[in-house]
């Protein structure tokens, strides 16, 4: 099973600013995706990230508000820009397990916007 | 479009009872079907799945059940633990990504 570290764990923002969450994979995969779990809600894909490729992103999702790095097969960012109060969700990471669809997450970046 | 649904937003269990946490789905094409577990300031964990080719999939005290003429599924834990107290997410799978339900939180009582 592949390993997550996701930071930061929380952050408290501005609206107006933009906040970076990284995403650390203790062994090389080849996707990523990013989701988002607002209050009361269900985990929401934003998109998938591809090494070498861009990332795709689900309907609702674009990439001037959600842009993503994966610079290499262990890396990625995930960045929420312009922020407003209703960003104010959990962002997580997740990567493909040898078994898809048994997929693992990281720890998850709870983001208040005030 | 709630292609997944979890209708019950919480479940009261005493422990040592079974607990049966239900999912509904709308789509045909989903070909796996996977229930995680997620604690408070954790990502959600992997517990067990089912494709859509079994109706019956077993591990330990987690059984999770698959009728797909009526598109529903269900996770049974027994006996129920304190541990077990956390929000249960089922997810299905299709088209290279996962679409998830909007949690149960259960709660096993002593």
């Known amino acids: 099973s592949a390993v997550i570290s996701q930071k930061p764990s929380r952050d408290i923002c501005q609206r107006g600013t933009s906040l970076t969450i990284q995403c650390q994979v203790d062994s090389q995969v080849t996707m990523m995706f990013w989701y988002r779990q607002q209050p009361g809600q269900s985990l929401t894909l934003i998109a998938t990230a591809n090494q070498g490729s861009e990332a795709t992103y689900e309907s609702g999702f674009v990439i001037d508000k959600f842009p993503i790095s994966r610079p290499n097969l262990t890396f990625s960012t995930l960045t929420v820009s312009n922020l407003s109060p209703e960003d104010s969700s959990i962002y997580l990471c997740?990567?493909?397990?040898?078994?898809?669809?048994?997929?693992?997450f990281g720890q998850g970046t709870r983001l208040t916007v005030v | 479009d709630q292609q997944v649904k979890q209708n019950s937003p919480s479940l009261s269990v005493q422990e040592g009872r079974i607990s049966i946490l239900n999912c509904d789905y709308t789509?045909?094409?989903?070909?796996?079907f996977l229930w995680y577990k997620k604690y408070p300031a954790e990502g959600p964990t992997f517990l067990i799945s089912?494709?859509?080719?079994?109706d019956k999939n077993e591990d330990g005290r987690f059984t999770v059940f698959l009728n797909k003429s009526a598109k529903h599924l269900s996770l049974h834990i027994v006996p129920s633990q304190p541990g077990d107290s956390a929000v249960y997410f089922c997810?299905?799978?299709?088209?290279?990504?996962?679409?998830f339900g909007t949690g149960t939180r259960l709660q096993v009582t002593l």
């Open positions: 997810a299905a799978s299709g088209a290279s990504k996962l679409t």
């Open positions: 089912i494709s859509s080719i079994k």
């Open positions: 789509n045909s094409m989903f070909d796996y």
């Open positions: 997740s990567v493909e397990d040898e078994e898809w669809p048994e997929a693992f």
